[in-house]
C-alpha cells in the first residue's frame, strides 16, 4: 500500500480492505468452531471498527472500562461485557446503573469485596447487572484459582448480583512458544471452575477466554465465547509469533526518514523517522527485536525510540533510504499505538477515503 498524497506524518494508517478481511475471517473461524465472538474494542476504540465486528456476527462486545462501554453503548451497542474487576465509587456506581438501562452489561469480579461493593453501589440495579467470575489461568494477573470461583459466586449472589458465569485471559499466550500450554490451561482452569460452581449451584452459561494468539486454538474446550482484540490490526508481536503475516496487518504508522546517522563501513546503516514513542508506544517484550518493523522492509529494525524519534537499523543492503523517504512502521503493541491518537486516516487502494475519530481515546475509569 502506498501512502496517500494528503497524509503528513507521522499519522496512523488504516488498510480498510485488510481490516475487513481479518474481521471476517475470525468471525467465520470461530463461528465454524460453535463459539460466540466478543471482541475486545480496546484495541481500536472506534465505533465505525465496532459496528463492522457485530454485522460480522459478533454476540457483543468487550470493554475494558466503564468509559469504554459508555462509548460503545452511545454509538448502539447494545450487549458489552466490561471484563474487569471493577471496584465501584459512587459516581462510577452511578455510571453503570445507567449503562445497564440502555444496554445489557456484564462485568468482572474476582473477590467478596469487590462483589459487595457492586451489590451495594448497583443497589435496586443489581439484577440488570451479570457477572462474571474471573479465573486466573496461568497468567498470574487478576482472576482467582478455580476451586476458589465458587466462594466469588456466592459474594456476588448475597450481594443481588446475577452469576452468569466464568471468564479468564490467557495473556501469558503473548509470548514465543506459549500460545497451545495457554489454550490447555485455559480450558482446564475453565472447566474446574464451571465444575465448582455447579457444586454450589450455580450454573455457568457464560465460560469466556481467548486472545488473539489463542482464539483460533480453541478445540475442545467448555468456553462458549471468546475474546479476541488485536486479530483487526495485527502488530509486530503477533508477526513475530507468528499469528499473523504481513499481509494481514491493517495498521502501520506513516513516517518520514529525518535524518542519517553516520556509521562505520561494513556495519549497518542507521537513519531517524519521525514516529516515536509518542505514537507508536514504547512498549518491547524481552523476546521482541525491536520497537517496531517496516512493514516493507522487514529486516530493518527500530533499535532506539525517543519522544519524536525512531532510530532504524538497515539491513536490507545498500544505502538506507534517503531523507525524505515516506515509509510505514508497524507498533509492535497496536492497542498503545491507537491510544495515542485521535484519529485514524482510512485507506483504500492506497486513496484517503475516511477519517475515523478514536472516540474510546483515553477513557480510562
Known amino acids: 500500500m502506498t501512502i496517500p498524497a494528503g497524509i503528513d506524518t507521522p499519522q496512523i494508517l488504516v488498510d480498510v480492505d485488510v481490516l475487513d478481511r481479518n474481521i471476517q475471517r475470525m468471525a467465520r473461524a470461530v463461528q465454524a468452531k460453535g463459539l460466540a465472538l466478543r471482541p475486545h474494542a480496546k484495541t481500536h476504540k472506534i465505533p465505525e471498527i465496532a459496528a463492522r465486528q457485530l454485522a460480522a456476527g459478533a454476540a457483543g462486545l468487550t470493554v475494558a472500562t ?16 466490561i471484563a474487569y474487576p471493577l471496584w465501584l465509587s459512587p459516581r462510577k456506581a452511578e455510571r453503570l446503573r445507567r449503562l445497564a438501562a440502555t444496554a445489557a452489561i456484564s462485568v468482572g469480579v474476582d473477590s467478596a469485596a469487590g ?11 443489581a439484577a440488570e447487572v451479570a457477572v462474571l467470575v474471573e479465573i486466573d489461568s496461568g497468567h498470574h494477573r487478576s482472576g482467582v484459582l478455580p476451586e476458589a470461583a465458587a466462594k466469588v459466586a456466592r459474594a456476588a449472589s448475597g450481594a443481588g448480583l446475577r452469576v452468569a458465569g466464568v471468564f479468564t485471559f490467557p495473556g501469558h499466550s503473548y509470548a514465543p512458544g506459549m500460545s497451545i500450554e495457554a489454550v490447555v490451561q485455559e480450558r482446564e482452569a475453565l472447566k474446574h471452575a464451571t465444575e465448582a460452581l455447579a457444586e454450589a449451584g450455580f450454573e455457568a452459561q457464560v465460560r469466556s477466554g481467548g486472545s488473539t494468539p489463542t482464539a483460533l486454538l480453541t478445540e475442545g ?16 508481536q503477533q508477526f513475530e509469533l507468528g499469528r499473523c503475516a504481513l499481509e494481514d496487518i491493517a495498521l502501520t504508522v506513516a513516517t518520514t526518514v529525518v535524518s542519517h546517522h553516520n556509521t562505520p563501513p561494513g556495519t549497518p546503516g542507521r537513519f531517524i523517522v519521525d514516529a516515536g514513542s509518542k505514537i507508536l508506544g514504547s512498549d518491547r517484550p524481552s523476546w521482541a527485536t525491536g520497537y517496531g518493523r517496516l512493514i516493507d522492509h522487514a ?20 544505502a538506507p533510504p534517503p531523507i525524505g523517504t515516506r515509509l510505514r512502521v508497524i507498533p509492535n503493541h497496536v492497542c498503545l499505538a491507537i491510544n495515542l491518537v485521535d484519529e485514524v486516516a482510512v485507506v483504500k487502494q492506497g486513496q484517503l477515503v475516511d477519517r475515523w475519530s478514536v472516540a474510546a481515546r483515553g477513557r480510562n475509569r
Open 299 to 318: 529486516n530493518a529494525r527500530i533499535t532506539a525510540l525517543s519522544e519524536h524519534h525512531a532510530t532504524v537499523e538497515w539491513h536490507d543492503g545498500g
Open 66 to 81: 466503564i468509559g469504554e462501554a459508555e462509548v460503545f453503548a452511545a454509538g448502539g451497542v447494545d450487549n458489552i461485557f
Open 221 to 236: 474446550s467448555v468456553a462458549t465465547e471468546v475474546r479476541p482484540g488485536v486479530y483487526v490490526f495485527g502488530d509486530a
Open 115 to 125: 462483589a459487595a461493593m457492586l451489590g451495594e453501589g448497583l443497589g435496586d440495579a
